[in-house]
Nanobody, 127 residues
């Protein structure tokens, strides 16, 4: 069992930055692919970014060039640096872990591609 705890959310003005972190329990973190998803009110949860166990990365078109995903295997953490934030980035952000190494398939962009989820952290971007 893996537990994921997100932190770093908050309120920021448009154009500002936030850094989200996700702390994972367990001794096999380095073998997992990790992802960030977000869910705005009334909308489905959507893919934001993913990073594989060898640090390959993938981004949704809507955040490419603004967000950066990274991982620190020594600390069992994955982070999402968010720059040039827009009001449309407002959502609850979720960290997720893929223990089955699905990263090589399109499922890395799907909620079904992940086995464990955090509780989420709210990001609000004001205009």
């Amino acid at each position: 069992q893996v537990q994921l705890v997100e932190s770093g959310g908050g309120l920021v003005q448009a154009g500002g930055s936030l850094r989200l972190s996700c702390a994972a329990s367990g001794r096999t973190f380095s073998s997992y692919a990790m992802g960030w998803f977000r869910q705005a009110p009334g909308k489905e949860r959507e893919f934001v970014a993913a990073i594989s166990w060898i640090r390959s990365t993938d981004y949704a078109d809507s955040v490419k060039g603004r967000f950066t995903i990274s991982r620190d295997n020594a600390k069992n953490t994955v982070s999402l640096q968010m720059n040039s934030l827009k009001p449309e980035d407002t959502a609850v952000y979720y960290c997720a872990a893929d223990a089955a190494r699905r990263y090589g398939s399109i499922r890395r962009r799907m909620t079904e591609g992940y086995d464990y989820w955090g509780q989420g952290t709210q990001v609000t971007v004001s205009s």
